[in-house]
């Protein structure tokens, strides 16, 4: 039997204790979660290697998360927060869903044992080589999650599987495969526990790891951040006031040079023009630390 659908001893009486000790042995079995990614961060962070490698190759390729239930809805809020967070393009994400878009808010089920529709819905995105896909399952024996998984690596997409059972399909379907062993659950086979705990960890390192890698971070800041909202365009100039080593009044002024894209407000607080910046982003593929060390000296 998988490990993650194992009846453990040490919770037989779960229902039986008082509502605290409840609560603490399923806080304290999370720890198994931590300390299951902890274990796959080398081939955790070869994935990520991997994946940034690839999108930076491919100007259009995109950031593709598979699978169905818990695992599938913690690929699409990792994917949906890469928007704000770092101004990953929408069009440079797509999804692969058990059930499709409708089952993120009510359960589908039956859908995860549909291989036929995993490759059709991977045929209908047009998976290809400049991709990169990201597939879950706390089992790793889900059909639609492997379906998908054979789809894009037939396509020449790079493939990470994720799973939380030693020795599982998707483990073996994934070019890059990354283990999150967490045992049996508090709650028997409720994976949205600490495999779910494990998985949102493991996808947090993944994405952040990519997009550091792909430029998207200066000094722990999130420079590409879109600032669509009165908080972020306060984080925006508070970004431009830090990395440009400014006050607020001319950071603000930068930002709205720019449009309030901070890379080049950073630059135009140092004393580009926009055209200048843009073009000097563009030269070092939109790498700030890059273009900064290559910026005039009379613009510091």
């Known amino acids: 039997m998988r490990k993650t659908e194992e009846f453990a001893e040490a919770f037989s009486d779960l229902?039986?204790?008082?509502?605290?000790?409840?609560?603490?042995?399923?806080?304290?079995?999370?720890?198994?979660?931590?300390?299951?990614?902890?274990?796959?961060?080398?081939?955790?962070?070869?994935?990520?290697?991997?994946?940034a490698t690839r999108l930076r190759d491919n100007p259009t390729g995109r950031l593709i998360y598979g699978g169905a239930g818990t695992s599938a809805r913690l690929g699409v809020q990792d994917g949906v927060e890469l928007v704000p967070t770092f101004g990953w393009p929408h069009a440079r994400l797509a999804?692969?869903?058990?059930?499709?878009?409708?089952a993120l808010t009510q359960t589908a089920e039956g859908a995860e044992?549909?291989?036929?529709?995993?490759?059709?819905?991977?045929?209908?995105?047009d998976v290809g080589p400049a991709d990169v896909c990201v597939m879950l399952s706390a089992s790793g024996v889900t059909p639609y999650?492997?379906?998908?998984?054979?789809?894009?690596?037939?396509?020449?997409?790079?493939?990470?599987?994720?799973?939380?059972?030693?020795?599982?399909?998707?483990?073996?379907?994934?070019?890059?495969?990354?283990l999150l062993e967490t045992g049996p659950e508090p709650i028997g086979g409720s994976t949205r526990m600490t495999a779910g705990t494990a998985q949102k960890i493991t996808l947090n390192l993944l994405s952040t790891l990519i997009m550091i890698?792909?430029?998207?971070?200066?000094?722990?800041?999130?420079v590409d951040v879109i600032a669509s909202s009165d908080k972020l365009r306060d984080r925006a100039a508070r970004i431009v006031m830090e990395a440009a080593g400014v006050e607020e009044d001319p950071a603000r002024q930068a930002l709205a040079a720019s449009e309030n894209a901070v890379k080049p407000a950073v630059l135009i607080a140092r004393g580009l023009s926009l055209a200048d910046a843009l073009a000097l982003l563009d030269t070092h593929g939109g790498?700030?630390?890059l273009a900064l060390a290559d910026a005039p000296v009379n613009s510091v």
């Open 213 to 222: 890698r792909l430029g998207r971070v200066y000094r722990g800041m999130m």
């Open 287 to 289: 790498d700030l630390r």
């Open 15 to 51: 229902e039986t204790r008082s509502d605290e000790d409840i609560a603490a042995a399923i806080l304290d079995a999370q720890s198994n979660g931590l300390a299951a990614v902890r274990k796959s961060v080398p081939n955790l962070t070869a994935a990520a290697r991997a994946a």
């Open 113 to 125: 044992d549909d291989s036929d529709q995993a490759q059709r819905d991977a045929t209908a995105i």
């Open 145 to 178: 999650a492997l379906a998908a998984c054979a789809a894009a690596r037939e396509a020449g997409a790079v493939t990470i599987g994720i799973a939380n059972n030693a020795g599982s399909p998707l483990l073996d379907a994934g070019e890059h495969p990354i």
């Open 95 to 102: 999804y692969l869903i058990a059930g499709g878009p409708g």
